[in-house]
């Protein structure tokens, strides 16, 4: 049968909502969706789905990540260091997923834009490690600030001493300002995500770039070994793990902690011996703060965080002592990935004459200094400080919950965080006058309503894109990062025509496996994973690593040559295609494929 490749994809004010979603744009901020007043400047914009950060419908309350994140990286474009050609990424919920569209710069305003981007810019580059560890104390002190945050039951009465202090505030004022702290925080938490970030992809584009030019064949996994081989803090919490299933071995503890379903049971089982003693006094060191790590990605209210679930790195380290007793190798392969690093940088380089080999040497080391961070950040800000932002957000939900604002403790997430705002008044302005609050007639129905529409936006699929694609996508980050090119665009517009041919996408990380394909739909079916099989997966996670020495390679459907699954791939010398636009829909659990993440194909075995 003849197939039809669309040219362009469906506008969002013509995309009709689901059966049983209708008035899904009431769920959001009205500034996060598209709005019939701005038709025609919404609709000359090209909106990919960002499946890479956000692969779920979000809820309300959840909008507060596209939300900072694309305020913020805004600000550092635009305002901070006036990058000369991009000004940031503009964000829309459309049918409850995130779309972005890059803000460009208008063409005659680039050049102004230069010299104050090389004195801005240069200036952090220049004294990048102080500047960097001022950002560390910062980020730590908001981590503090945020765990002091308490949402406290408001009393019968204020207590005499606060009459006697002439006080003239009552509790209700405190727990208002608490709500209004734990959002400024985490406000804050994402201006410091990017004070630095856009820096670190920068310094790898112009090396990228230089290299382009220099070595016109190079291909780009090329570039990106020669910034590999990093101890990154981003794998501190795996390596944690390997450290506690090596010392549970030397203490002779394998069948306590290789016993079935691991959880709070077998800590409390360890208590008992004095070497259990012993590995808990590591455990417990560990965990603080190396267990502040979600096994998704941070930006959702249901992730579930290692500190708060042990069950989760115990089955990880489970794992890793049963491998230990098999007589595997648990660690990274860290020098041979050096070694190829110096390998393919010396090739290179032996290629330019000596003027030009300075110049490499001098974008390689700013690369080198600046692609640490674009990796640790996302421990510091997505895992830890989200997780205990995520845990006060429940901590209010429950406090409501017991007022009987919802049925459900964690149902708050189906409210706006200004809706949050106006309930915690009403319930402050009911216990202050004595008399029942609107909130537990008004919020429990419309909850039900907006949980029917957020699961009915769940089943369906997303477009991936919306609106008139350019003729060529140039525009680096979103090549590098989400894997966004022109192939692939192409390949969105056929609508998945070919159903039945190999995949391509970007060749992420080198080396070529085949096996049985496990098709991974969220971080919970991660247990469902068997030794020797190839995870499947619209997006992997850095929070995933602990299960790659069970399999062979990874693919996903999104993502580029420096997006997360990518970089974590190559540290754990993983073969990995991204960006295949498809592959979790298109392969099946037990289906054997063939992954080449040199050349970036798929092949479908069976």
């Not at 580059?125 to 765990?147: G, M, P, Q, Y």
């Not at 382009?212 to 793990?241: C, H, N, S």
């Not at 080999?357 to 640790?376: D, I, S």
Request: net charge negative; charged share 25%.
């Amino acid at each position: 049968m003849a197939t039809t490749t669309r040219t362009t994809f469906p506008s969002p004010y013509e995309l009709p909502a689901p059966a049983g979603a209708e008035g899904w744009e009431r769920l959001y901020p009205y500034h996060l969706v598209f709005q019939s007043a701005r038709r025609e400047a919404e609709e000359a914009k090209f909106w990919f789905c960002d499946s890479q950060h956000w692969p779920a419908v979000l809820k309300p309350f959840e909008t507060i990540g596209p939300e900072f994140a694309s305020k913020c990286l805004g600000q550092f474009n635009t305002r901070y260091f006036l990058v000369p050609p991009a000004n940031g990424i503009e964000a829309r919920i459309h049918q409850g997923r995130v779309y972005l569209s890059p803000a460009a710069v208008p063409e005659n305003e680039i050049a102004a834009r230069v010299p104050e981007f090389l004195q801005r810019a240069g200036y952090y580059f220049e004294h990048w490690d102080a500047l960097l560890d001022n950002w560390k104390r910062k980020v730590l002190s908001t981590i503090r600030d945020l765990e002091e945050v308490r949402f406290a039951e408001l009393p019968d009465a204020q207590p005499y001493e606060d009459v006697e202090a002439g006080r003239g505030l009552d509790a209700s004022d405190d727990l208002l300002g608490q709500y209004d702290r734990l959002i400024a925080l985490c406000h804050r938490a994402w201006q410091y995500h990017f004070e630095f970030l856009n820096l670190g992809y920068a310094a790898y584009l112009d090396f990228f770039q230089a290299c382009k030019q220099w070595f016109p064949d190079i291909p780009d996994q090329g570039i990106a070994t020669m910034v590999q081989g990093v101890d990154m803090e981003l794998f501190r919490p795996d390596d944690e793990l390997k450290r506690l299933a090596k010392l549970a071995v030397d203490l002779g503890l394998d069948a306590v902690l290789t016993a079935p379903h691991p959880g709070p049971h077998t800590l409390t089982a360890l208590a008992g011996s004095e070497r259990g003693r012993t590995w808990l006094e590591a455990w417990h060191a560990a965990r603080d703060p190396w267990f502040n790590f979600t096994c998704g990605n941070g930006l959702y209210a249901d992730d579930k965080y290692w500190t708060d679930t042990p069950s989760l790195p115990l089955g990880y380290i489970r794992d890793y002592v049963l491998r230990l007793r098999r007589g595997k190798t648990i660690d990274r392969h860290l020098a041979e990935l050096v070694a190829e690093r110096d390998r393919i940088t010396g090739e290179y380089a032996e290629l330019l004459d000596p003027g030009q080999r300075a110049t490499f040497e001098a974008k390689l080391g700013l690369a080198r200094q600046a692609y640490p961070y674009v990796e640790n950040h996302n421990f510091y800000i997505e895992h830890w400080t989200m997780c205990v932002f995520w845990r006060k957000a429940r901590e209010l939900s429950a406090l409501l919950h017991r007022a009987g604002f919802w049925p459900g403790e964690d149902d708050m997430f189906y409210l706006t965080r200004d809706e949050v705002r106006g309930a915690l008044f009403d319930y402050a302005a009911g216990w202050a006058l004595g008399t029942a609050p609107a909130g537990p007639a008004h919020w429990p129905p419309e909850i039900e309503r907006r949980r029917r529409i957020v699961d009915t936006l769940a089943r369906q699929e997303p477009e991936p894109a919306l609106n008139h694609p350019p003729e060529a996508v140039t525009e680096p980050f979103s090549v590098m990062l989400w894997g966004i090119t022109s192939e692939r665009v192409r390949a969105w517009l056929s609508g998945g025509a070919d159903t039945t041919g190999d995949l391509t996408g970007v060749a992420a990380s080198p080396g070529l496996a085949d096996g049985p394909a496990r098709v991974i739909r969220s971080a919970g079916e991660l247990d469902l994973v068997q030794d020797g099989e190839i995870i499947v997966a619209q997006i992997t996670a850095p929070s995933w690593a602990p299960v790659f020495g069970r399999i062979r390679a990874t693919v996903t459907d999104i993502g580029g040559v420096m997006s997360h699954a990518a970089i974590v791939c190559r540290e754990y010398s993983l073969p990995a295609v991204t960006g295949t636009g498809s592959a979790s829909t298109r392969i099946r659990t037990g289906q054997r494929i063939r992954v080449d993440g040199s050349a970036g194909t798929v092949t479908l075995l069976d």
